[in-house]
């Protein structure tokens, strides 16, 4: 099992696991290794030191943080503080967590966004939360009829494709 730190275009780290190199290599040329943050499949590998399981017990993660946030870390230059590094790191995973409960609680009507936001605020449908995709046209529209939306980009990790919400 390779264990490979990964990055992304917007400066995201994580790591990835892979039978081999090969299967890296294989998956990456298909766009299926994705930025767990903005779901960027243009991923190139970081340099990473080997990993040795010896039996020894792996350092205990500091509680605020959890093991998803540590995977996807952005990228952070050396010269900020450690305690800015952990701030940051908390805040993407405040987000990652936000954004999975949005995808949990909304249901996703995928490109049908504007016309069933549409259906919901004329009373033609029950109204409950959606998610889905529209033009910013179209969701500039919705707002000058009145219809309350927000763009999002939900990372495909939280569940989501981004788009609209409302």
């Known amino acids: 099992m390779k264990v490979l730190d990964l990055h992304c275009p917007a400066g995201h780290v994580f790591e990835g696991w892979f039978a081999s190199e090969d299967d890296f290599q294989s998956q990456r040329q298909r766009q299926l290794v994705q930025c ?12 990473s030191a080997p990993r040795l399981n010896l039996g020894a017990q ?13 995977a996807a ?6 010269e900020i503080s450690a305690q800015a590094r952990e701030h940051l790191q908390s805040m ?5 967590q936000w954004s999975r409960k949005v995808a949990e609680n909304t249901e996703d009507v995928g490109k049908t966004f504007a016309e069933e936001a549409r259906r919901i605020h004329y009373g033609e449908t029950e109204e409950r939360a959606i998610r889905g995709q529209t033009s910013p046209k179209e969701a ?12 999002l980009a939900l990372p495909e990790s939280a569940g ?3 788009g609209s919400l409302q």
Do not use: D, H, N
Request: net charge negative; hydrophobic share 45%; aromatic share 2%.
């Open 36 to 47: 767990p943050m903005c779901g960027a499949s243009e991923i190139t590998k970081r340099l």
């Open 58 to 70: 792996p350092p205990k993660a500091p509680e605020v943080q959890s093991a998803q946030s540590a």
């Open 73 to 78: 870390a952005p990228v952070i230059p050396p």
């Open 92 to 96: 993407q995973a405040a987000w990652m």
């Open 140 to 151: 500039m529209e919705l707002l000058e009829e009145g219809i309350a939306v927000l763009p």
């Open 160 to 162: 989501g494709e981004g």
